[in-house]
C-alpha cells in the first residue's frame, strides 16, 4: 500500500486517479511515500519522512520545493508542464487587450456614476466620455514570446490567429518544442533584438540562474517607447528597479503582471493580478490529474516523466515476472556504483532479465529487472554501498 500525504486542496478529479486498493491518500498520512502539493512551501525538515521517494507538484514551478536536498536524498521531484498551459495563454490575451483599450479606466469610469438616476443623462456622458478611453486593436501588432515552451508556443499560436506577427525568442528551445512551433513564428537569436521589434513582450520561463534578472535596464532602453511587457511566467524574471526607471522614462508604455509588487499598485501604466494565471477549475484539474498519473507510474514502477532533477526514464514491465523483482536505484553518477550494484547481485546469483540506466547531471537512476525476488539482506548490501543514495524494491 504506498501512502501520500497531500498539501493544499487537490482537485478531486485527480485524487480519482489513484486506486483505492493501492493508495491510501490524506493531509495527515504519515510514513509517506509520496507528498502531492500545489502552492505549498516545504521545508527542509519535511524531508525527513524515512519512506519519502518522491514529491508532485500539481503546477509547473517548482520553486516551494527544496529541489537540491531531494536530488541529495534521492527523492524524485514531478511537475506538470503544460497542464495549465491553455489558463495562461487565454490570461495573455486578456492582458493584450486590457493594456490595448481603455477596459479598466471605462469599467471605473462607469462605475463612479451611481449617482446618475437617469438613463438619458447617464447615456449620454457615457457617449461623450468614450473618447478618453479609446485603445488600439493588436491585430497587425508584433508579439514577442520569450520561451517557446508549452505556454510560449500556445500563446504564440494564438496570437498568429488573431492576425498579430510573432517573433521568439529561447535559446534552450527543445526538439520536441521545435516541432511544435508554427513556421510562421519568426525565431529571433538575440533577446535586445526582439525587444527592439515587438509592440507587445510576453514572458514564459521558468527562474533559474541564467533567467533571474533577466529582463534588465539594457533590455528595456532596447524597447519601443509605446510597447506593453507581459509577465505571467515568474516576477523574479524582471528587476523591479529597472522595471520602475523604464516605467517613469517612457522606455516603456504598459506592464502587465501576475505578482503585484508594492511600488506598482498605485500606476495607471501597470495592470496587476493576484497571480491568477493558472486559477481556472480546467487547469487545476489538468495539473492534478497529471501529477496523479505521474506518481502512479513511479510508485508503482519506478519510471520517470516529467522530473526536474531526475532523467526521464521507463522500463515496461513483464507481466508474468512483475512481483516483487524490480530494484530502483538512485546514485551519485559516478564511474564504478553500477558496478559495485551489478556485483552485489551476481554474488547472490540474482539474474539481471532487463535493465536501463540514466543520468542528468549529478544523480544517476536505475530500474533493474530480477528473474527473482532479491532477500532483504541484499536490498541493504546496495543501499549500503558508497555513494547509493535510495534503493526501493518494488
Sequence with gaps: ????????????????????????????????????????????????????????????????????????????????????????????????????????????????QQNSEEYSVLAKLMETEKKRFKGTEIAGKTLGVVGLGAIGSLVAEMALSLGMKVQGYDPALSVEAAWRLSSDVRRIENLKTL?????????????LEATRGLIDAKIFASMLPSACLLNFARDEIVNSEALLFALENSQL?????????????????????????????????????????????????????????FPQISLDRDINTKQNTRLTISNKNLPKTLGQILTVLSDQN???????????????????????????????????????TKVTLL
Excluded at 536524498?73 to 493584450?96: D, H, R, S, Y
Design 1 to 112: 500500500m504506498h501512502k501520500i500525504r497531500t498539501f493544499n486542496q487537490i482537485s478531486q478529479v485527480g485524487l480519482d486517479r489513484f486506486s483505492e486498493s493501492e493508495f491510501m491518500i490524506s493531509p495527515h498520512q504519515t510514513e509517506a511515500s509520496a507528498y502531492l502539493l500545489r502552492s505549498h512551501k516545504l521545508e527542509i525538515d519535511d524531508l525527513h519522512e524515512p519512506r519519502l521517494r518522491a514529491i508532485a507538484r500539481a503546477g509547473a514551478g517548482t520553486n516551494n520545493v527544496p529541489v537540491q536536498d531531494c536530488t541529495e536524498k534521492g527523492i524524485v521531484v514531478f511537475n506538470t508542464p503544460g497542464a495549465n498551459a491553455n489558463a495562461v495563454k487565454e490570461l495573455v490575451l486578456c492582458g493584450m487587450l486590457l493594456a490595448s483599450r481603455g477596459v479598466v479606466p471605462g469599467i471605473n469610469f462607469a462605475s463612479a
Design 195 to 207: 525587444a527592439s521589434s515587438s509592440d507587445f513582450i510576453s514572458l514564459h520561463m521558468p527562474v
Design 253 to 309: 508604455s504598459k506592464y502587465v503582471t501576475d505578482f503585484p509588487r508594492p511600488e506598482l499598485l498605485d500606476r495607471e501604466d501597470v495592470i496587476s493580478m493576484p497571480h491568477i494565471g493558472a486559477s481556472t477549475m480546467e487547469a487545476e484539474q489538468n495539473c492534478a490529474i497529471m501529477a496523479a498519473d505521474q506518481l502512479t507510474n513511479f510508485l508503482q514502477n519506478g519510471n520517470i516523466k516529467n522530473s526536474v532533477n
Design 350 to 388: 540474482l539474474n539481471v532479465v532487463d535493465m536501463i540506466n540514466k543520468s542528468r547531471d549529478e544523480i544517476a537512476y536505475n530500474l533493474i529487472d530480477l528473474e527473482t525476488s532479491p532477500k532483504a539482506d541484499t536490498v541493504r548490501t546496495i543501499a549500503a554501498i558508497e555513494n547509493v
